[in-house]
């Protein structure tokens, strides 16, 4: 595995995985939290739509996910991000409210 990251050939998802992973879980989980916040917010202003918080707050919780249940370092040499195990598998299903 080369120690470049190719947005072209990998998702970004790939860098939590292997030994220095804990960086990009830490990012995940930061961006998480920061989003919850953000949406917390968002529900006690008054303007705001109703459903706008309720996003952002999904987007965190996934992000938070991600973070929490990333792809194995083989999945990251073969360029894939469907690991084999249950704890790997939840990794997709959890970034799915941020795509």
Known sequence: MSTCHDPRSAAVSL????????????????????????????????????????LLAATGIGLIGSGAFVPSPADAEHGESAGTATVETLHNPCALPSV
């Open 15 to 54: 860098l939590a995985a292997g030994p220095g992973g804990w960086r990009q879980r830490v990012n995940f989980v930061a961006v998480g939290v920061a989003s919850c916040t953000a949406a917390a917010d968002l529900r006690r202003e008054s303007t705001v739509a109703p459903l706008s918080p309720a």
